[in-house]
C-alpha cells in the first residue's frame, strides 16, 4: 500500500484473487446465512451471488476495515438481507408457501420439516439481536468467535459468552430431549 | 471451573463440529465436562439440522459464472495500458476529475427514472419479449399464461425495477421457436442487470386432443434467469424471454420453466 493509503493495480488483483478464493468454500455458508434470514431457498441462492458481485465491486473499501475478507463477506450479506427485507416487507411479495427446505420428498415429510423449521425460527427471534446474529455466524456461516467478534465490533470472549447464552436460551425455549 | 473457561471448551467443540469431528469425540475428550457440554452440543446439533439447506449446484455454478465474468472485465478495466503508463500521473488525474465532472453534469440533465417503477415508451432502451422453445406444447390447444410483472435486478445490488406488460396475456401456443411476442418497451437505466424475473399470475391450458383444460404450474409464483446483460443509451436491448412446457409424466400435469439456452438479449 503506498503512503495515501491507496492500493497498488496489483493489491488490488491480490484482493480479487483472495476473494475468487474464498467463493467456493464461503458461498454455501452465505446462502445458509441469508436463508435462515429470508426462509426462501432461491432467494438465500440469488442473494449469496449477489454479495460476491458486491464485494468486488466494493473492494476498495474492504482494504482498511482490518476485519477478515469472510468477515467483511457477512458483513455484506447482512446488509443485502437487511436490504431485501426491507423490500419485502414493503412490497409484501413473500409467498408464505415458499419456505420450502425439501422440495420433492414426502408431503408429509417436508410438512413436518417446515413445521420444525419455523420453531426452530421463532424460537431464535426470542434471542437478542447480538445473540441471534452469533448463532446464524456461527452455526450456518462457519465463522470462528475470533471472526464473529470481528464482523460485530466485539471481542472474541464476549462473543464465546453470547454463545453459550444463546444456545442454553435456545435449549430453554426448545426443550431439546438430552 | 470458571465461566470463561467453559466457553472456551464449548466453543471449541463448536468449531470442531464445523469441521466435521462428532459430538461423541468432542465429549470424550473433554469427560469432566461432558454433562454440561452435551445438552448443549446437542441442541447446535438439532438447529443445525433442523435448518440444513444446501443450495443448489445450479445456482451455484451461474453464480460462480457471474462472479468471474464481472472479476474478468474489472480487471480490463484496471489494467492500465502503455498509453496510460507515459502519461504523467497529474494529467491522468485531471483528465479523471473532467469527466467525473461531465458525467456528473448528464446525469443532472438527464430525466429522471424511478429506480422502482419504469413506464412504457414505443422510443425505450429496452424491449422485452416472450417466446417458446418447443417440448410439450404440442400438446395443447392454447396456452394462456398471464403475466402480472417483469423485475430486473442490477448487478452487484439488491437495486431492483419493474414494469407491468403492456400485453399481460401470452399464447405460448402462437410463439414457438422463432416466433416471439414483445410484451413491453420503455427506458431503463443503463446498466448492466444480472438477473429477470417474469411473475405469473394466471395459466390457462386447452389440450389440443380433449379440449380439456389441464393443469399447468409453475415451480413458484415466478419464473427466473440469471444471465448478464446490459442495457445501454444509444442502442435499444431486446431481452427474449424463453418459456417452456414440459409434462411431469403421464398424470396430464404440465409445468412451465424457463429456457435458459434460448433466452437472452441482443442490442440493434
Known sequence: MNAG??????????YETQLAGLYEEYYDKIARYVFIHVGNREEAEDIAGEVFLKALKSLKSYREQGVPMQGWLFRIAHNLTVDYLRQTDRRRTVPIDSV???????????????????????AMKQLTAEQREVINLRFFGGLTSREVGGVL????????EMQRAAIEKLRGILGVET | MMPDDFDRILDECIDRINRGASLADCLSDYPAYSEKLKPLLQSMHDV?????????ADSKRAARQRFHAVLDRQRQVSTPSSFFRVIPRSAVWATIAVLIVAAIAVLVIQPVLNPLT??????????F???DEPNDIGDFESLNVTISRVVLQRTGSLKRLEFTPETETVDLTQLQGEQSQEIWRGNVPA????????????????????GQIVDVRLPSNKLQISMLFEVTDDKVTSFTFDITVVATGNNGRYILKPQI?????RQE
Open chain 1, 5 to 14: 493509503g491507496r492500493r497498488s493495480i496489483s493489491g488490488m488483483h491480490e
Open chain 1, 100 to 122: 420450502v427446505l425439501v422440495g420433492n420428498d414426502n408431503p408429509i415429510d417436508t410438512a413436518e420439516k417446515n413445521i420444525e423449521f419455523e420453531r426452530v425460527t421463532e
Open chain 1, 153 to 160: 465490533g466485539k471481542g472474541d470472549g464476549a462473543v464465546r
Open chain 2, 48 to 56: 443445525q439440522k433442523t435448518c440444513a439447506f444446501t443450495p443448489s
Open chain 2, 118 to 127: 419504469v413506464v412504457p415508451s414505443p422510443e425505450g432502451n429496452f424491449a
Open chain 2, 129 to 131: 419479449l416472450v417466446s
Open chain 2, 191 to 210: 446498466e448492466q442487470y444480472s438477473h429477470i424475473y417474469l411473475y405469473v399470475s394466471e395459466v390457462m391450458g386447452k389440450l389440443g386432443s380433449t
Open chain 2, 261 to 265: 439456452g434460448e433466452s437472452g438479449a
